[in-house]
């Protein structure tokens, strides 16, 4: 009788906040691959760029000066994906298939640092501790305005992910409906709630079970040694999720208690985020010896409270738990990609290692970014 | 009073297949783009490579030689992404919440034809019937295998889909489960069809209503000067599905009778398919003047009826309707690309011009293809 090895044999995994599978074929990392490549990252980026919009004194695109900037800088996107409210009124549906639902909000840029060359990996974590600050300021802006249901945190970084500027910022697009996959997540973690009873792990509102501070007690806890734990501190866990699609795909979450939103966390959950944020960026760096591209993206309560009348414990809304989702392309060297295509659009993501075995590559790691190790 | 101008508005639109929301943004082509272009495609190609492994003679990475193919050639791929039944039992799950489903299964590779440097766009019809009767004749045959419950027809072309070999080729991946994605859409189509009284379309299996049979005749026949219809013939519709998601996306369907697979097919409607993927895969090749990427994958009955016991339109299982899904990258040109990142993989698909933009595009090119049109 064969016995069932998860990096011999063909499996599914499923993701039980968007219900859908991921198939793993361990072997397949064996396949030579004579595809495209990427082209090298560039690496000598000069402090200041005078052709670049987002450097301080600079010109940008829509004609606006930038300050000159010492920390971060917050503008609104001058080619904004939505248009702020009031829009018209929805128009008649031609068919009851084809329905449209009018969109407003608005779309911010962040700029992490005045520097060009730098990323979050090459700042000491007092300077991301400043951009964890401006992230919790325009959540708290943008969801305190009329209309708006939610606000999404993320950062395109690389080219390879359609990052057009290397210099360090993210985004913030917030929108009079939750989109589709954050409103899976939530409909998931209600349904969780509701029918699971509560564990050791900490708990949500109204005293019910919380799936990730399930799942995530369970990894930073009990499973230690199989390892999809890449990295741990005082109150955040990175870990290479059970269900993950991507080759290192990362989830970042706190697993001390449940928290909603970045607006919930204390002053000392604040700087151990900064801290895991820092490690996790150099070891990404650090894996391929290049700037690791990813996408990175907040999820969390939609918008913040919009009053303290009911306490945090009793706020159904607060069933959110707090995480980060970092989709970074590479797959075997800075020039090799994984591409999710034919079948992983047409039927369903497919991997070509086992989490267990990412979070091993990225936990053997050095915490030193490769630029900054001395002679 | 302003007045919903879709082409004007951001706003976000249902996909009924998949139950999620694609963000419109048509304002946004405007946006200058400073990003990553992609290397010209390839396009002095010989018609024979000696280096080639599909190329007609030639010895593949296995070791195994090809035949001298002079029309399709289909073999197991010497790196599938699934082994052969039977693999052994499930594990036990460490926690409820990480479950491990094993998969068995087969992957093919179908050579299209012997020529190395030709395309579907380039090929005359009567080969590309060919083809069709590859897909038909696998389809059948793994379909009728033990524990094989679906099978994913699919090609990649292209290297910025993922595509490491130009010789013209697709897949077929045969599985143990139903994938994620087909299986939310065959859930869709029967909550449809128990749901929605029937219209004046074609009708699924026990005289119910069809969501794909409703939707296409809405396009072909009473929506057709609101143009998502890129192309039709006798027997298909190829058009910009109103929920697209890829700027150029397409599916091609039959629109006459409910078709649940492609061996459903007639004689006629399979000619019929011939010429309009010819057709279709010309304008795409003229849309940018280029060899065009994307990744297309056949969605129908999951495997073909393992009897003829219960007659065609009883057999509740025929609730599929056959279509094709096209996912081609390019937005503005041959070397600019839409990247689907950040907000898109963290929150929900974003497109930057109207489905009916994209289609009346489509529409306004030649059926000639830009390399064969005499000087
Ligand atoms: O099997 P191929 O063509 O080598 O590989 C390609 O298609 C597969 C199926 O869509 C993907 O999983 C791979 O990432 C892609 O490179
Ligand atoms: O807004 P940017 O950085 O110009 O654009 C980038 O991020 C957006 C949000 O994920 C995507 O829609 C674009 O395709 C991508 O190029």
């Known amino acids: 009788d064969i016995h069932f090895d998860p990096s011999t044999h063909p499996h599914r995994r499923l993701n039980p906040l968007t219900g859908e599978h991921v198939l793993v074929s361990p072997h397949r990392t064996k396949r030579p691959w004579l595809g495209q490549t990427e082209p090298p990252q560039q690496s000598n980026l000069p402090q200041y760029d005078p052709q670049c919009y987002l450097c301080p004194g600079n010109t940008r695109a829509g004609g606006q000066q930038n300050e000159k900037y010492e920390h971060t800088m917050v503008f609104e996107n001058d080619y904004a994906a939505v248009l702020p409210p009031p829009g018209p009124p929805a128009p008649p549906a031609p068919h009851p298939l084809l329905t449209t639902e009018p969109v407003q909000g608005g779309c911010d840029v962040i700029c992490f640092h005045p520097r060009h060359d730098l990323t979050l990996a090459r700042l000491p974590p007092k300077d991301i501790e400043r951009i964890i600050e401006e992230w919790c300021r325009i959540y708290k802006k943008r969801g305190a305005q009329e209309g708006i249901e939610y606000v999404q945190i993320f950062e395109n970084k690389g080219a390879m992910m359609g990052c057009s500027n290397p210099h360090p910022h993210g985004q913030v697009w917030s929108l009079s409906a939750v989109p589709s996959l954050p409103a899976t997540e939530l409909s998931n973690l209600r349904k969780y709630s509701l029918a699971t009873p509560p564990s050791d792990a900490p708990r949500g509102p109204l005293n019910r079970s919380c799936l990730l501070c399930d799942y995530v007690h369970f990894e930073a806890t009990v499973a230690q040694d199989e390892g999809r734990v890449v990295l741990k501190n005082e109150h955040w866990v990175a870990l290479v999720p059970w269900w993950a699609i991507w080759p290192f795909e990362i989830m970042l979450l706190p697993y001390k208690r449940h928290i909603p939103s970045i607006v919930h966390l204390t002053p000392e959950e604040k700087a151990s985020f900064a801290e895991i944020l820092s490690r996790l960026t150099i070891r990404y760096d650090n894996l391929f010896s290049c700037s690791f591209a990813y996408s990175m993206g907040i999820h969390q309560r939609p918008v913040p409270p919009k009053s303290d009348a009911v306490p945090e414990d009793q706020d159904e809304e607060n069933l ?56």
Chains 1, 2 share one sequence.
Not at 334 to 341: E, G, M, T, Y
């Open 320 to 375: 959110a738990h707090l995480h980060l989702h970092f989709a970074p392309p590479l797959l075997r060297s800075a020039s090799v990609r994984k591409f999710l295509v034919g079948f992983e659009l047409m039927a369903e993501p497919q991997r070509d290692l086992t989490p267990e075995q990412a979070a091993q590559r990225l936990r053997g790691l050095s915490d030193v970014h490769y630029l900054e190790v001395p002679d």
